[in-house]
């Protein structure tokens, strides 16, 4: 740590950078100046990125989450064991389809 110090201020002291940037793009930014200008500079923007994020972050995470979840349980779930274990339903417990209740509406009026 000390160092780092003596080092960083001999450093300086040549002329060289004190701290580089994080990344820098093609107009001379750094990566991190631009977040902050885009992201960070006014209290909506800041809100609005965390609130964004938040959210389709974890739809993302859930999404992938369940993906691991069914690619390594394949063949254990209840939607693969039950056609396997009762390929022949008993009458009347087949899945009915649903009629559209908005056509029959429509029709009356």
């Not at 991190?32 to 885009?38: A, I, P, R, S």
């Not at 993302?60 to 063949?75: A, C, F």
Request: zero cysteines; hydrophobic letters at 35%; proline letters at 4%.
């Amino acid at each position: 740590m000390l160092a780092r110090r003596i080092l960083g201020g001999v450093r300086r002291a040549a002329g060289g950078p004190a701290r580089r940037s994080f990344y820098k793009t093609s107009e001379g930014k750094s990566l991190n100046e631009t977040l902050y200008n885009v992201f960070m500079r006014s209290n909506v923007a800041y809100s609005t990125a965390v609130v964004g994020i938040a959210i389709f972050g974890g739809m993302g995470y859930d999404s992938l989450v369940e993906g691991l979840w069914k690619w390594n349980n394949k063949g254990k779930l209840f939607e693969d064991v039950i056609e396997q274990q009762f390929p022949n339903p008993p009458e009347g417990t087949e899945m009915e389809e649903e009629e559209d209740e908005d056509e029959d509406e429509d029709e009356d009026d």
